[in-house]
Each structure stands twice: as C-alpha cells, then as structure tokens.
T-cell receptor
Framework: GENVEQHPSTLSVQEGDSAVIKCTYS??????FPWYKQELGKRPQLIIDIRSNVGEKKDQRIAVTLNKTAKHFSLHITETQPEDSAVYFC???????????FGTGTSLTVIP | ETGVTQTPRHLVMGMTNKKSLKCEQH?????MYWYKQSAKKPLELMFVYNFKEQTENNSVPSRFSPECPNSSHLFLHLHTLQPEDSALYLC????????????FGPGTRLTVT
C-alpha cells in the first residue's frame, strides 16, 4: 500500500515569515495530492491540491509543488499570519479503491 | 457548514455497550468514508463506500461494523469496544472518481470507559 511521511511534526515561525511542510509518498500510482488544514476542534478542510500532471500550483499565499520522480510534494505558505496556525495534513490518493493516505500532520504555530 | 453532518458529536460508552454513529451528506456525492483520528497519529482510513458498496476495509476489528443504506447515509455500529478505541471519528464524502476533494463532517468524539 501507500506510505505517506510528513515533516516536520511541529513548526513555529514568526508572523510574516514563510513556512514549508514536506511530504513523501511511496506509490508511483498515486495521482492526486491534497493538503488539509485542521484548526483546533474543527474538521479538516481542503486548502490546496495538485494532480500528478502538474508540477506547481499557487493560490494567493499558498503554493504546492510536486516532484513525481522523487515522490515528494511540499506546501509553502508565505507571509504567514496568526490565523494560519493549525495542523496541516498532506495526503496521497490513487484511484484504485478510492483510498486516501494521510501524513501524520504538522502543527504550525505563527508567532505574532 | 460543509454539507456533511455527524451525530452524535460526543459519545461516552462502556465496553459492553452497543452504539451507532451516523453520518449524512447533502452534497450528492457517491463515495463515503470513515476515519479514525487519534492524537499524534495520521488519519486512519477505516472504510470506504462507493455507490453504497464497500470497497475498502483496512483491517478494522470486527467490533466496528459499517452500514451504508444509500449514498447519502453512513453508519458505524460499535460494540464491545476497548479504551484504545477512544478517538475522534470523522466521516467524509467525495465525488467518486480519480481524486476529488473530501468533505469532512465535524466528527464524533468517542470515549470508551
């Protein structure tokens, strides 16, 4: 099956700095890679995603990059704000069985 | 409101009890999922249903029994649970196909005493 590893597990940055979270996956058949944000006591919500035919995607302060050869993808948050503080999960999906495999999560703290 | 609801939001049960968790989605999706979220662990996929048919069962103990009567409703029946089963149980739904956004419910916080 698929194995998704996520680093770091915790990350603290000063407000205005950038934050980068990295994930690796093992199954080259995985073709869809979403990132979810989960605030304390709330449900995970999609913030950005990327498909295997694209190398980079950007949405305002958030970007995701994908390296299919190396089987890793990263989340980049620029100009961080306190409201970015949350747990972020990466995931890898492959069509067979409709299975999503999640990383262990990164707890991001943005210090005002 | 994401269109996925779960009841109850909190549940405390003894190890000999039988209870059920309910999930309902109003998004017209065809795939529904049960996840277990424990502290410091990744989201663990438990069950997947596509068009009411169970397609995945990730080695989940038989004390968890899913039921999907139609593509809008999903249940998780619980019996003779263990304290280590205490966790947040999240339901999600998505359009069936090659990778679509999952919409999560608010979860049921389960405590087994």
């Amino acid at each position: 099956g698929e194995n998704v590893e996520q680093h770091p597990s915790t990350l603290s940055v000063q407000e205005g700095d950038s934050a980068v979270i990295k994930c690796t996956y093992s199954d080259s058949a995985s073709n869809y890679f979403p990132w979810y944000k989960q605030e304390l006591g709330k449900r995970p919500q999609l913030i950005i995603d990327i498909r295997s035919n694209v190398g980079e995607k950007k949405d305002q302060r958030i970007a995701v990059t994908l390296n299919k050869t190396a089987k890793h993808f990263s989340l980049h948050i620029t100009e961080t704000q306190p409201e970015d503080s949350a747990v972020y999960f990466c995931a890898a999906f492959k069509g067979t069985g409709n299975q999503f495999y999640f990383g262990t999560g990164t707890s991001l703290t943005v210090i005002p | 409101e994401t269109g996925v609801t779960q009841t109850p939001r909190h549940l405390v049960m003894g190890m000999t009890n039988k209870k059920s968790l309910k999930c309902e989605q109003h998004l017209g999706h065809n795939a529904m999922y049960w996840y277990k979220q424990s502290a410091k662990k990744p989201l663990e996929l438990m069950f997947v249903y596509n068009f009411k048919e169970q397609t995945e069962n990730n080695s989940v103990p038989s004390r968890f029994s899913p039921e999907c009567p139609n593509s809008s409703h999903l249940f998780l029946h619980l019996h003779t649970l263990q304290p280590e089963d205490s966790a947040l149980y999240l339901c999600a739904s998505s359009a069936e196909g090659d990778g679509y956004e999952q919409y999560f419910g608010p979860g049921t916080r389960l405590t087994v005493t």
